[in-house]
T-cell receptor, first 114, second 113 residues
């Protein structure tokens, strides 16, 4: 199994600013993903983080708003740009590994935008 | 559009009984289905995977069934314990070459001592 850590665990930000969230995996994973989870709701996939190339974004999410980097197999960042209160959410990264296609999730970053 | 629904937002079950959670989907042909557990303030944790050609999977006190005709999966926890209290999420994968998951709405399970 893989253990995933995220930094920061939470933050309170002013509208119009940007926040970069870091995701570190303790072992190599084949794929990494970024999700958003609104309070009390399920997970929505933002994008697949591709190593050494541009991320693949889901409908409704764009690179200018959520730039993603993945410089190697164990690290990725998600930036939430030009934030508004609607961006307040929990952001989770995950890594794909194992024999059951299971995704291992980080603990999440709780973002509040004022 | 694709839709995944879990039958209830919250479910209360007496300790020792079997908890049964439901996951229904429409406009989707999944290659596999997974169940995850999520505790407050934490990320989801993988529990079980069942493939489209499998009817049932078991792991300790957990059992999952998958009916592609009914477009439904049932998740059972037998001999439930208060420690089983959590939110349970089903997730569907379209194929094994594309590992994106689509998550259901989740069911918050409470086991009452």
């Amino acid at each position: 199994s893989a253990v995933i850590s995220q930094k920061p665990s939470r933050d309170i930000c002013q509208r119009g600013t940007s926040l970069t969230i870091q995701c570190q995996v303790d072992s190599q994973v084949t794929m990494m993903f970024w999700y958003r989870q609104q309070p009390g709701q399920s997970l929505t996939l933002i994008a697949t983080a591709n190593q050494g190339s541009e991320a693949t974004y889901e409908s409704g999410f764009v690179i200018d708003k959520f730039p993603i980097s993945r410089p190697n197999l164990t690290f990725s960042t998600l930036t939430v740009s030009n934030m508004s209160p609607e961006d307040s959410s929990i952001y989770l990264c995950s890594g794909l590994s194992g024999t059951h296609n299971e995704q291992f999730f980080g603990p999440g970053t709780r973002l509040t935008v004022l | 559009s694709q839709k995944i629904e879990q039958n209830s937002e919250a479910l209360n079950i007496q300790e020792g009984k079997t908890a049964t959670l439901t996951c229904n989907y429409t406009n989707y042909s999944p290659a596999y289905l997974q169940w995850y557990r999520q505790d407050p303030g934490r990320g989801p944790v993988f529990l079980l995977l069942i493939r489209e050609n499998e009817k049932e999977k078991r792991k300790e006190r957990l059992k999952v069934t998958f009916d592609t005709t009914l477009k439904q999966s049932l998740f059972h926890i037998t001999a439930s314990q208060p420690a089983d209290s959590a939110t349970y999420l089903c997730a569907l994968g379209s194929n094994f070459g594309n590992e994106k998951l689509t998550f259901g709405t989740g069911t918050r399970l409470t086991i009452i001592p």
